[in-house]
């Protein structure tokens, strides 16, 4: 078998897979108590906690750039197809990707390989291409940690995050090799793109972390960066709703970050994120309604 036919039949199943009402309704309400709970408890655990708004407005200022990124990742699994697509559909298609991740069904793949068909691609080509970009985002966000455990000595840690980082990278190549004959330039593009989403998600963080009273370091944020990467990949709960959050409280001793501090710094960049992306997501329905 080769590398092709693996990708139809990983397609193929991905589209068999049953996605029952009821439990994706049971998985919301889960990941919704998980995060409520992770949240009053890690608050109740601070008690330095006081939010400084100065901080939540750096947060709000910077998190919309998260959307122009989500267009640019679209973009991009378009050129490795062969398609130039013009970055307002490509923004566009980004807020639709996003939002849809939020609802309990893999939805942030099925919008974007639904267009990526729209436009010709066969669904296998679409959801590789869409899957090499993702697999990059988590292995860039490994590789970029490992990078700053290392700094600090933890060789242990940076094995533990650089190993799969690196192979992570790997897959992306071999999965571009899939969908197609270029591997070096999309590869290159992969990662610029990603690791500035690396970046921004470490700002990102940094603020939420300083707007809960924690004196923190933009490095020890680039750590809690592989939370998102890692629960969106899980793919168990709608937008790693509660999973990212219990996900950073793990990491953050790593950090020199307490647990508390750690879990809901991200629960706060949660919020902030959604209240972002429902402006968004408004602004390009009222767009489209007077397009129409």
Known sequence: MNLTQVG????????????????????????????????????????????????????????????????????????????????????????????????????????????????????????????????????????????????????????????????????TAALLKIASDRIMVPFAQILAVEGLLVLLAAVRLYAALEAIGIDATITQAVTLTIAASLASAAGVFPGGLGLREIIAGVLSPLASLSVAGGVLAAAVDRLIGLIVIGIGAAVLFARSGADD
């Open 8 to 171: 139809e039949r990983l397609a193929g199943r991905f589209q068999a897979v049953p996605r029952s009402p009821r439990r994706q309704r049971l998985l919301l309400l889960m990941a919704f108590v998980i995060f409520v709970t992770a949240a009053v408890v890690s608050y109740r655990q601070l008690p330095e906690f006081s939010l400084d708004w100065r901080w939540i407005l750096l947060l709000a200022a910077v998190s919309p750039l998260t959307l122009l990124i989500a267009g640019m990742e679209y973009q991009l699994s378009g050129r490795i197809l062969g398609h130039a697509i013009p970055f307002f559909e490509a923004f566009r298609i980004g807020i639709m990707a996003i939002a849809a991740n939020l609802l309990p069904v893999p939805g942030s793949v099925l919008v974007r390989t639904q267009a990526l068909k729209s436009r010709g691609s066969g669904y296998a080509d679409a959801l590789i291409s869409t899957a090499a970009v993702g697999v990059g985002w988590v292995g860039i966000t490994l590789v970029a940690a490992s990078a700053v455990q290392l700094v600090h000595g933890r060789i242990g840690v940076t094995l533990l995050f650089g190993l799969p980082g690196l192979a992570g990278l790997g897959l």
